[in-house]
């Protein structure tokens, strides 16, 4: 499920940790780096009245620029205005209004989003006067807070989370979404891709998945549709206490995959195929997952010789997922990153495809034509029917007179027709053989 999003958006010192370690269950942040090294922004996972959202702190976004004061919190303002569900704007009651407030004030009330001025630092009762000069940011009720003392912060979060509900009725957006996995070692360049795939497009942090918060989601829309980029890379541990890098790498790999659709498996094209590599694509293969075979830092491979040769490496070394395209590309430049795009949507097109079973019968009486004869002692193997019993990925169930018969050599011989005659490209394929008479 997909968390929605509360953004707090203030000048420095006003408040917003103190704000941030009081609304989040813990103040343990999750450190997020996919999108670059100048964005160093936390999210911390809370909760209010049974409503889970993400709660971002935006005061770590700076921007360069001759006034960086002026234009961190600029930043900070659009970002949560292109992010958020819902902002705080979290001013100073004690300072009152300045320059910087009015100009965070102008960006917000273009944004079509709600928003809440909370003035903080109103811990007397007594002064709750100074709150309405907040008025004039034009952007509704002053919320009077004291984040040090939680003085109203609880009225706050009441009405923050009654927008949040009004915003989770849109589900379906999330259905549709490819799941893609960007997996493989560490180094190989999936921080740089998901970057390049995300940063031209438009893209939000979603979901924590599962109960060790340690991978977020990002969807991401490319020619109207959905991708959620089922994270492994962009986060690391605030900690290092696991730096256990192999093996923390493939359990998460192996996380991402059990949620993808599509895995697109990162190769250092300078490296080639290491055998975490193969065990990661074997991996994905066996879970079912359609794959992309990314063959990255292309832009230092030097020459046609070599790229030929890498190239012939790492099919000889592939077989197992001989369906999965190859796609050379510079995740640092950019170059030929788009075609991964086209690439994801044909090997989904294919993972979910389901072929009439008119067509597949067609095909299976080509076989008899053509085929040899398969037999075990004096049992022949007559294979009747064929039909579709699944997808994601394609399932295909033979009906013979003898399951026995079939053994591995056949099936794959079966295998590779399908593939021939029907486009599978990318995806694996399940072949069953049941008894009839
Ligand atoms: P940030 O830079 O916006 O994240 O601000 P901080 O959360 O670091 O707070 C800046 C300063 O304001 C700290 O010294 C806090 O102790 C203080 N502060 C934060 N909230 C309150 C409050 O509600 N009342 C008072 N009096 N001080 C506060
Ligand atoms: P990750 O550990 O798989 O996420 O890898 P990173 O994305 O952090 O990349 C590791 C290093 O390789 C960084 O220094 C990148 O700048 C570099 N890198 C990534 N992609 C490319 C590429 O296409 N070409 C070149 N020359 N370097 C790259």
């Known amino acids: 499920m997909a968390l929605p999003i509360v953004a707090i958006v203030g000048r420095p010192n006003v408040g917003k940790s103190t704000l941030v370690n009081r609304i989040a269950q813990t103040g343990d942040a999750i450190v997020h780096e996919m999108r670059g090294v100048t964005r160093d922004r936390s999210y911390h996972k809370a909760d209010w009245n049974g409503v889970e959202f993400m709660l971002i702190d935006t005061g770590g976004i700076e921007m360069g620029g001759d006034d960086a004061f002026q234009g961190s919190i600029r930043a900070q303002a659009f970002e949560g205005a292109r992010e958020a569900d819902v902002i705080i704007f979290l001013v100073d009651g004690k300072a009152g209004i300045n320059t910087d407030d009015e100009e965070v004030a102008r960006i917000l009330q273009k944004a079509g989003k709600p928003v809440f001025v909370a003035v903080n630092k109103m811990d007397n009762p007594a002064r709750m006067d100074e709150v309405w000069e907040f008025y004039a940011l034009g952007l509704g009720d002053p919320w009077p807070v ?45 921080s740089s891709l998901t970057n390049k795939l995300t940063n031209n497009n438009r893209s939000i942090v979603s979901d924590v998945a599962g109960t060790t918060r340690d991978a977020i989601d990002t969807l991401v829309e490319h020619e109207g549709q959905m991708y959620r980029i089922v994270d492994t890379a962009g986060l690391r541990r605030k900690s290092q206490i696991d730096e256990d890098v192999e093996y923390y790498g493939f359990v998460r790999a192996m996380r991402a995959i059990d949620r993808a659709d599509v895995a697109l498996l990162v190769i250092d094209g300078t490296l080639g195929l290491t055998n975490e590599d193969q065990r990661v694509a074997g991996y994905a293969a066996e879970r079912g997952c359609a794959m992309v075979i990314v063959l990255n830092k292309w832009d230092i491979v030097e020459g046609p010789e ?40 044909d090997v989904y097109a294919n993972y979910s495809r389901t072929i009439p079973t008119a067509r597949l019968n067609t095909w299976l ?73």
């Open 146 to 190: 004291s984040a040090q003392h939680g003085n109203g912060t609880g009225d706050l979060l009441d009405e923050v989370v009654n927008e949040l509900r009004k915003v989770e009725v849109v589900p379906e957006e999330e259905v549709e979404a490819i799941n893609v996995a960007i997996i493989g070692r560490p180094n190989a360049g999936k």
């Open 365 to 437: 009486a080509g076989i008899r034509e053509t085929g040899h004869t398969v037999s075990k002692g004096k049992a022949v193997l007559r294979m009747k029917y064929l039909t579709q019993t699944g997808t994601c990925p394609p399932h295909f169930t033979f009906f013979v007179n003898r399951p026995d018969v079939v053994d591995d050599n056949y099936e794959r011989y079966l295998e590779n027709r399908m593939r021939e005659a029907f486009p599978l490209e990318g995806t694996p394929i399940r072949l069953k053989f049941k008894k009839k008479d």
């Open 306 to 345: 070599e790229k030929a040769k890498i190239r012939e490496r790492i099919e000889d070394r592939m077989t197992f997922v001989g369906y999965a395209p190859v796609v050379a590309i510079s995740a640092l430049t950019g170059k030929r990153v788009d075609r991964i795009w086209n690439a994801i949507d």
